[in-house]
Nanobody, 119 residues
Framework: QVQLVESGGGLVQVGGSLRLSCAAS????????MGWYRQTPGKERELVAG???????NYANSVKGRSTISRDNAKNTVYLQMNSLKPDDTAVYLC?????????????WGQGTQVTVSS
């Protein structure tokens, strides 16, 4: 089965940095679009950054200029480097895989990793 396992979250001070990792298994990673989403209680889940199988990248406006998404197909891993962290970045960060199948496309989600930015 498809499995996405996030790591790298934690407690960080304002202005600090974190690198989140998402290790994927059970899929043809190079064919999947990968993304990082975040959610916090009372707010709608939002896309932070996404990278397609072709390497096309997009970011939420709130993280542009201080976040970088990348993928390592040899390691079946997608990363999110976040710098200059703000309290508003506090959220559960979820890894998403958009996987092509013979019956269409299926989206899978990891369980999430908590990022807490303290002021």
């Amino acid at each position: 089965q498809v499995q996405l396992v996030e790591s790298g979250g934690g407690l960080v001070q304002v202005g600090g940095s974190l690198r989140l990792s998402c290790a994927a298994s059970g899929l043809i990673f190079s064919s999947a679009g990968m993304g990082w989403y975040r959610q916090t209680p009372g707010k709608e889940r939002e896309l932070v950054a996404g990278i397609t199988s072709a390497g096309i990248i997009n970011y939420a406006n709130s993280v542009k200029g201080r976040s970088t998404i990348s993928r390592d197909n040899a390691k079946n891993t997608v990363y999110l480097q976040m710098n200059s962290l703000k309290p508003d970045d506090t959220a559960v960060y979820l890894c998403n895989a958009d996987v092509p199948t013979t019956r269409g496309r299926t989206r899978y989600w990891g369980q999430g990793t908590q990022v807490t930015v303290s002021s």
